[in-house]
């Protein structure tokens, strides 16, 4: 069974930083896509950053030149480096990732981590 592992989250204070992990772990032929997403308290999820398994990036404009997304392909891993956090960027944190499951489909399917609390206050 593919699991997604978040590690990372915790509380810093305005201006500190903070680095996301996630993990996939499992059986699976390959993983595309891997992404960030985050929601706040009484707000719907939202895209924070992507990155492709070429290395390709899209960010959320809030996080444009804060927040760096990065990949280990070889470790099935996908990292948010975090700095200058302000107070509206408290939120539960969720991984993401398109994986194929088989090498006998083309076929990706879509999964969650499991969340990991980011709190910016000072």
């Known amino acids: 069974q593919v699991q997604l592992v978040e590690s990372g989250g915790g509380l810093v204070q305005p201006g500190g930083s903070l680095r996301l992990s996630c993990a996939a772990s499992?059986?699976?032929?390959?993983?595309?896509?891997m992404g960030w997403y985050s929601q706040a308290p009484r707000k719907e999820r939202e895209l924070v950053a992507v990155?492709?398994?070429?290395?390709?990036?899209n960010y959320a404009d809030s996080v444009k030149g804060r927040f760096t997304i990065s990949r280990d392909n070889r470790r099935n891993t996908v990292y948010l480096q975090m700095n200058s956090l302000k107070p509206e960027d408290t939120a539960i944190y969720y991984c993401?990732?398109?994986?194929?499951?088989?090498?006998?489909?083309?076929?990706?399917?879509?999964?969650w981590g499991q969340g990991t609390q980011v709190t910016v206050s000072s």
């Open positions: 993401n990732a398109e994986i194929r499951p088989t090498s006998f489909s083309d076929q990706y399917n879509n999964y």
């Open positions: 499992g059986s699976f032929f390959g993983i595309s896509d």
């Open positions: 990155i492709t398994v070429g290395g390709n990036t």
